[in-house]
């Protein structure tokens, strides 16, 4: 995930259930003295017409980016009328450039790119849907709307956010609470919106002060090297935001090295080992919040919707939308069961 992201578009109600959900099949809440609503056919599980979806997307070189891949093979696979041609993958822009101009002539019906460098891929976006083969912009947004006919992706402000006011209500009722903040790449705009949101939130509660913040690079090496200086120059604080689970395996090594067990954590992203952290509750980490790849599943079945002509079931509309935010739950003791299948290792 270590890439630059953008937030647009409509908030849905939980991170983890993809749109397959939402593409079940309309409800109507029509009755005799009201006007019937469309019946354009809604995308559901059923065969339907044959679909080939090209997939292209960045190296898998993080549990995240992995994830991600694996996601839009499994949902794929799910699907009768869906043929995947996915590509290797790759941090190169002109050879990710190049991969989707491969499947722009082998005239797949849609595309689904999740590119390295949104901007610098934005060309061949444009390209796609100037040969009428529509594009689901994945996470990662072009620099033109006119490049995409979907984007679909996390909110990473909303991550800050909710990191933020879960640790608020942890701590709202101790006076001069003390938080200390493990950011990612310092570089890239995800990380700023994850801190605008985590200091919006902090804002509601005037009893706790952030008093460190050390920016990692999403590995657990430099977690656990950031961490390390964090926990030397902080002797007591109460409780820490880490952005990535990734990071935080390292951040974790480092708490466990200095023996401390006197705050709790909560991470970010939704890795499978946090959850089972989480799950086992014997560590500092009581939380993480969710940047979910299940975005990729998602991201198929819209491809699917879109070359059948079909819509989202539960909308009144004839189209799939122009953009999809997914939410960024909170997953803790209390619900971390259900979302343990989505985690990623």
Not at 216 to 242: C, H, I, P, R, Y
Request: glycine share 10%.
């Amino acid at each position: 995930m270590p890439e630059i992201t953008s937030r647009r578009g409509l908030l849905f109600g939980t991170a983890a259930v993809s749109a397959g959900v939402l593409l079940a099949g309309c409800t109507s809440n029509e009755s005799d003295d009201e006007p019937a609503s469309n019946d354009q056919p809604a995308a559901d599980d059923k065969p339907g017409k044959q679909v080939t979806i090209g997939f292209a997307g960045p190296q898998a070189d993080h549990g995240w980016l992995n994830a991600i891949n694996d996601n839009a093979k499994s949902r794929a696979k799910k699907y009768k009328d869906v043929t995947l041609e996915i590509t290797e993958g790759s941090n190169d822009t002109a050879q990710q450039i190049g991969q989707i101009e491969t499947l722009i002539n082998k005239k797949v019906d849609v595309l689904v790119v999740l590119p390295a460098d949104g901007k610098a891929l934005t060309q061949v976006g444009l390209q796609a849907m100037r040969a009428g083969i529509p594009v689901v912009n994945l996470d990662r947004i072009f620099n033109s709307p006119q490049a995409y006919r979907c984007w679909i992706g996390g909110d990473n402000y909303g991550m800050g956010l909710n990191a933020g006011h879960y640790i608020g209500e942890q701590l709202k009722d101790k006076k001069g609470a003390r938080v200390i903040e493990l950011a990612g790449l310092d570089n890239l705009e995800l990380t700023k919106q994850r801190t605008q949101g985590f200091d919006a939130a902090l804002k509601n509660y005037p009893n706790i002060k952030k008093v460190a913040r050390q920016a990692a690079e999403f590995t657990v090496e430099s977690g656990q090297a950031k961490m390390s200086q964090l926990l030397q120059a902080q002797s007591n604080f109460d409780a820490l935001w880490n952005h990535d689970d990734d990071q935080g395996v390292g951040a974790l090594r480092a708490i466990e090295q200095a023996g401390r067990d006197d705050f709790l954590m909560v991470g970010g992203a939704g890795a499978l080992s946090a959850m089972q952290a989480i799950e086992s509750d014997n560590s500092v980490l009581k939380a993480t919040v969710l940047y979910p790849p299940t975005m990729a599943a998602s991201a198929i079945d819209l491809a699917r919707a879109l070359g059948q002509s079909k819509g989202i079931g539960g909308l009144a509309e004839f189209e799939i939308p122009a953009s999809l935010t997914l939410y960024s739950a909170v997953v803790d003791k209390d619900n971390v069961k259900q979302y343990l299948p989505t985690g990623f290792k």
